[in-house]
C-alpha cells in the first residue's frame, strides 16, 4: 500500500485525505437535512392515515430515481451549475428523505396509545407531547433508520464523482482509467471506514441522548436470566 502512503499525506492535505475531508463534507448535511425534514412529513403521516399512503408512495418513488440522472438533472431543477457540490447535497437530501419519512412515521406509530392517552390526561398539549413523549419514545427506532440513511448517503456521495464533484469516487475513476487496482481499493476502504465511523458516532449519539434504551436492555436481560434459571431449577 505504498501509493496510499504517499498520497494520504495529513499533513501536506495529501489527495487521499483531501479526497475523505470532501467526502465527508458531502456527507454530513443530506443526513441531517434528511432527519430533520421527516419529522413533520412523518408526523403527518402518522396522525392523519389518509395521508399517509401518499406520502410514503411519493418517498418510495423518489428513492427509485437513478442517482446519476437526478445528479445530471440538479443544475436545471436548482438553477446551479452543474459542478456545484449544492446539486450532490440537495439529491442525497431527497434520497434521506425518501428513507427516512417511512422510518419516522413507523417509530411514532410504534409509540403506545396508552401513552398518549396519559400524557394527554395529565395536560401536556400536542406540541409538547410531541417533543417530551413521542419524540423519545420513538428514538431508538428512528436512530436505526437514521443508520442506515447515513451509510446509504457515504456510498451515494460516490457517484457525485462522475459529475466532476470531487470525493472518494475520484479514486475509483482514476484507479479504473489506469489500470491501477490498489488506487480502487484504497477508496473502497476508504468509504467504508467513514461509513463505520458514522454509524459507530450515531450509536453513541444514541448512547448518550437515550439513556433509558441502556436500562431497558438490562431488564430485558434480567428477566431472561430469571426465566432460564427457573427453567434449569425446575
Known amino acids: 500500500m505504498s501509493w496510499l502512503w504517499s498520497n494520504f499525506g495529513l499533513i501536506d492535505y495529501g489527495q487521499v485525505w483531501q479526497l475523505t475531508v470532501a467526502h465527508i463534507g458531502l456527507s454530513i448535511p443530506p443526513i441531517v437535512f434528511g432527519f430533520v425534514i421527516s ?116 456510498s451515494l456521495v460516490s457517484v457525485g464523482s462522475l459529475i466532476g464533484v470531487n470525493n472518494l469516487g475520484n479514486l475509483f475513476i482514476d484507479g479504473y482509467q489506469r489500470s491501477f487496482p490498489e488506487e480502487v481499493v484504497v477508496g473502497i476502504l476508504c468509504v467504508m471506514a467513514i461509513a463505520f465511523a458514522f454509524d459507530g458516532i450515531l450509536l453513541l449519539l444514541g448512547r448518550l441522548l437515550m439513556p433509558w434504551t441502556r436500562v431497558d436492555r438490562r431488564s430485558r436481560r434480567s428477566v431472561r436470566r430469571e426465566q432460564l434459571r427457573a427453567v434449569t431449577e425446575a
Open 39 to 154: 419529522l413533520p412529513i412523518g408526523w403527518v403521516a402518522n396522525r392523519y392515515h389518509a395521508s399517509r399512503g401518499t406520502l410514503l408512495t411519493i418517498g418510495g418513488i423518489l428513492y427509485t430515481i437513478p442517482s446519476l440522472p437526478l445528479f445530471i438533472a440538479m443544475p436545471s431543477l436548482i438553477g446551479t451549475k452543474i459542478l456545484n457540490p449544492v446539486n450532490v447535497i440537495v439529491a442525497l437530501t431527497i434520497y434521506a428523505l425518501a428513507l427516512m419519512v417511512r422510518t419516522t412515521a413507523d417509530a411514532l406509530g410504534s409509540v403506545s396509545g396508552d401513552v398518549l392517552q396519559s400524557a394527554t390526561a395529565v395536560g401536556f398539549s400536542s406540541w409538547r407531547r410531541f417533543w417530551s413523549v413521542e419524540l423519545p419514545l420513538a428514538g431508538p427506532v428512528l436512530l436505526a433508520g437514521l443508520r442506515v440513511v447515513a451509510v446509504s448517503t457515504v
